[in-house]
């Protein structure tokens, strides 16, 4: 079994910066692709970034230049970094990976989710 577990979240100022971090964990296992979800409240959960097993990196539009997906893949942890945060940033953050286990079936696992807040 496959867990994930965020970090990172927290109270920033407009203009601010933030880093989450989500750590994989388990036995026998291979990450095709991970990323990263928010839901603002009151809103549908939406991908904000994604970054596969070769490096390829996404984004949503609203935060390109802003936001940076990176990962370590001897930690199988992948990082967002938010610069120039905006209150509309304010939402839930939540890691997602596509993983493979150990027969190969393909396996989409959450994480709990770290709450990001953007305000003066």
């Known amino acids: 079994q496959v867990q994930l577990v965020e970090s990172g979240g927290g109270l920033v100022q407009p203009g601010g910066s933030l880093r989450l971090s989500c750590a994989a964990s388990?036995?026998?296992?291979?990450?095709?692709?991970m990323n990263w979800y928010r839901q603002a409240p009151g809103k549908e959960r939406a991908m904000v970034a994604s970054?596969?097993?070769?490096?390829?990196?996404k984004y949503v539009d609203s935060v390109k230049g802003r936001f940076t997906i990176s990962r370590d893949i001897a930690k199988n942890t992948v990082y967002l970094q938010m610069n120039s945060l905006k209150p509309e940033d304010t939402a839930v953050y939540y890691c997602?990976?596509?993983?493979?286990?150990?027969?190969?079936?393909?396996?989409?696992?959450w994480g709990q989710g770290t709450l990001v807040t953007v305000s003066s």
């Open positions: 970054i596969d097993s070769g490096g390829y990196t």
């Open positions: 997602n990976a596509g993983v493979r286990d150990y027969q190969m079936r393909y396996l989409e696992v």
């Open positions: 388990g036995r026998d296992f291979s990450i095709d692709i």
